[in-house]
């Protein structure tokens, strides 16, 4: 709580408890620096933890972990898939504009608060594609847009 609090007062930080949404099915990855928040060069990484490794195999494959115990080798196996997978994504936060983690970027529509809840039809109103994505912009892409936005943003969330 406290390096969220010198986050809040100073717009950086490095470390700190809060996770970057990376997409729905594999949930999130902890933030380790956080940096320039409600400004034009608002910045994130994150890591996976074995937190997060634990979260995703409980959820999205606990029918394997039910079935034969292999909670330990499900996590060894996404930390492996994402050891040397940072995970970063920007904002210029006065301008409305998202780079998110997964390459996708987004403007935020003037009209439209993104402080409110985090449903799929929210992300759609709030959030505007830029550039030509054709059909690989999938809705999970906005959620985690919106998400990242917020993270970085928040003081121009709403």
């Not at 634990?54 to 994402?82: F, H, I, N, P, W």
């Amino acid at each position: 709580m406290l390096a969220l609090f010198v986050m809040h007062l100073t717009g950086t930080t490095t470390a700190s408890a809060a996770n970057l949404l990376i997409n729905e099915s594999v949930g999130f990855a902890q933030v380790i620096r956080l940096e320039g928040l409600n400004s034009s060069r608002a910045h994130v990484i994150a890591e996976r933890t074995a937190g997060n490794a634990r979260d995703y195999c409980m959820r999205y494959r606990s029918y394997l972990v039910r079935k034969g115990g292999e909670l330990k080798a499900c996590v060894q196996q996404d930390l492996t898939l994402t050891a040397s997978t940072p995970y970063e994504a920007s904002a210029d936060c006065p301008a409305g504009i998202i780079a998110a983690s997964n390459g996708f970027v987004f403007k935020k529509r003037d009209d439209r608060p993104a402080d409110s809840g985090p449903s799929l039809e929210q992300a759609l109103r709030i959030l505007e594609p830029i550039g030509a994505y054709g059909t690989s912009l999938s809705r999970d892409s906005y959620r985690v847009g919106l998400s990242q936005f917020r993270l970085l943003c928040p003081g121009f969330a709403h």
